[in-house]
């Protein structure tokens, strides 16, 4: 850490910012013996000339900043904003100083910019300030120990950070590379909406930036500096700044060649080989092993299914996040997409699957559900009939001890016959899914379902653009039943240690 800021360093630049700290208290104290002569001075004023005005018309705003020339908050108030300003600018300098800014893509950038924002005192009603805990969300405060601390944590995260934003990057650009499923960077890749297709004029805002961050990747793999000239984005800036007018043009900077077509969209290559190998691993690296199979030949593309366990049974627990999107139908395009999990009274109890129960996360929020609100909330019933299945014993036996599970099978779900339980009005399920056994679990639980039952699962996001014939078909297969695929913010499932990107997809059986 020493290489990047030396002990003797830190410790200099919180002498200097404590130090201006007690000046701005000292100054408060002067400030306050001036507005108290001040008043003193009006107060005389006014006993040489008792209740007159004068001839002040049309002078008000001059007047008015001569009365309020030292116009002072309350002490706090003045030294809470001296100290947070001050501490605002000396963690952007020592961010700077670290470099740490040319490893992020332009999200992690923004994100790290407003984690820095400048906060405002807000009060309540009783002049309570409510900013606090808003303020405490930015970086710590300034101190020795906290701003040493704070430089390890960055460079032990250096690695992961950079990983991060070039899968951001790369992802931006085109979708499939959300997931590694095989794609690799080097194909061509289509841009859209680079130029304005009216004007011909280079688009400003996210392109740009995607552009910007795609160039740094591999001035950084180069050990280098982003230059101020000569990247694509000033290129196509020189370019496009002879003609006004949609046009086709072809530029190539020092990583990477782009054709830019009238109506605005491109097509992009980068030319060296071997930083795109590199890339390409760190992609892998990242996304881990969820890679898709493009093997499927057979004339049913459902036909071939892994019936050998993933590995670890790819067991991914689904985070708390993740299940609530699931279940309240966030990002979904219809309001109807969430899972409503209670029935009118004089129904029988929904039955439901939960093919690959885990620890129950999905699981347990179907068994008793939290009574809805309003006038005809008492006339359904929220309690309903869960069954689990589950390959790991111990996370079997878990499930059964907890007692709120019609019942638990401790077995491969794709083992199971449907012609031995009674059929199902709801599925919901976190499958396995490395090769597109994904696909192969939820194919087999639609066995499972009535007709017109709801099937609702987390799968690989690579399940919505992958070009294998089994996931092409089972693309065909959810939207003839009406479904969706949504995504889940990326990095959903990070605290397990994957960060493969995931989606839900959610469809009915025909009645």
Not at 343 to 356: A, G, T, W
Not at 440 to 447: L, T
Request: some cysteine; proline content about 5%; glycine content about 6%.
């Amino acid at each position: 850490m020493n290489a990047i800021m030396p002990r003797a360093t830190i410790e200099q630049i919180v002498g200097f910012r404590n130090a201006a700290l007690d000046l701005y208290s000292i100054a408060y104290d002067r400030l306050l013996d001036a507005e108290e002569a001040v008043a003193a001075a009006k107060v005389m004023a006014g006993n040489a000339s008792p209740g007159i005005n004068g001839f002040n018309y049309g002078h008000e705003g001059e007047i008015k900043r001569f009365d309020e020339a030292i116009k002072l908050p309350n002490r706090d108030e003045y030294l809470r904003t001296a100290r947070k300003l001050m501490d605002i600018n000396v963690w952007a300098y020592i961010i700077e100083r670290t470099d740490l800014e040319r490893l992020m893509d332009a999200e992690a950038k923004k994100t790290l910019r407003s984690q820095m924002a400048y906060v405002p005192d807000r009060v309540d009603r009783r002049g309570q300030l409510i900013t606090d805990e808003e303020a405490a969300k930015g970086l710590p405060e300034i101190t020795v120990e906290n701003v040493q601390a704070t430089i390890q944590q960055f460079m032990l995260d250096a690695d992961m950070i950079f990983r991060r934003g070039l899968a951001n990057v790369f992802s931006h650009l085109d979708r499939r590379f959300r997931s590694h499923d095989g794609f690799k960077v080097g194909s061509r890749m289509i841009v859209n909406r680079v130029c304005d297709a009216d004007n011909g004029r280079f688009s400003w805002g996210s392109k740009r930036d995607e552009l910007l961050d795609v160039e740094r990747v591999f001035y950084v793999l180069e050990g280098e500096p982003l230059p101020s000239t000569g990247t694509i984005v000033n290129l196509i800036e020189l370019d496009r700044s002879k003609n006004w007018s949609p046009m086709q043009s072809e530029i190539e900077s020092r990583f990477m060649k782009i054709r830019i077509f009238k109506n605005g969209n491109a097509h992009l290559w980068f030319t060296n080989k071997e930083l795109v190998e590199k890339v390409n691993k760190i992609l892998a690296d990242y996304y881990g092993e969820v890679i898709g199979d493009g093997n499927t030949t057979e004339a049913d593309p459902f036909a071939e299914v892994k019936h050998l366990p993933a590995r670890y049974f790819g067991f991914f627990p689904t985070p708390d996040d993740a299940a609530d999107r699931v279940f309240d139908g966030r990002g979904s395009r219809s309001f109807n997409n969430g899972i409503i999990v209670f029935q009118p009274k004089d129904k029988p109890r929904l039955r439901i699957l939960e093919p690959s129960a885990g620890t129950g996360n999905l699981a347990r929020r179907c068994v008793t559900v939290p009574a809805r609100a309003g006038r005809y909330a008492s006339e359904y019933r929220y309690d309903n009939l869960v069954d689990c299945v589950e390959i790991q014993p111990h996370l079997a036996a878990e499930l059964e001890a907890e007692g709120h599970y019609n019942r638990v099978l401790c077995m491969d779900f794709l083992q199971l016959n449907p012609e031995s339980t009674s059929p199902y009005d709801l599925v919901v399920m976190n499958p396995p899914f490395d090769r597109e056994r994904d696909i192969d679990h939820v194919m087999h639980a639609v066995k499972f379902l009535k007709p017109g039952g709801r099937l609702t699962a987390i799968m690989s996001a690579g399940t919505a653009f992958r070009e294998t014939r089994k996931a092409t078909a089972f693309r065909e297969f959810v939207a003839s039943h009406g479904g969706e695929f949504v995504d889940l913010p990326a990095g959903s499932f990070s605290e397990l240690g994957t960060n493969v990107n995931t989606l839900y997809v959610t469809f009915r059986t025909k009645a």
